[in-house]
């Protein structure tokens, strides 16, 4: 008996079998409007989607600053310092 080529086959069907960028980006506005920024669906779109979470989130910190004002804190994203 041979030895299998690959241990493993992996694959990437996002946008091919289901389209989660809608759903990523109605996600992300719902949180957006949650912390006060009133962000149209259509801006939502021009302004996100493509983006990495990265930048995203340096979108988010230069438009909105410091951060959610219900809180009061400053946003933090892992290896992302502030501009």
Known sequence: MSTPRFSAVLFDCDGVLV???????????????????????EEAIRRFVGRSFIEEWKVIYATRGT?????????????????
């Open 67 to 83: 951060g959610s004002t219900r809180t009061g804190s400053s946003p933090s994203a892992p290896g992302v310092t502030s501009p």
């Open 19 to 41: 389209d989660s960028e809608p759903i990523a980006n109605a996600v992300l506005r719902e949180m957006l409007q949650e912390l006060g920024w009133d962000i149209s669906d």
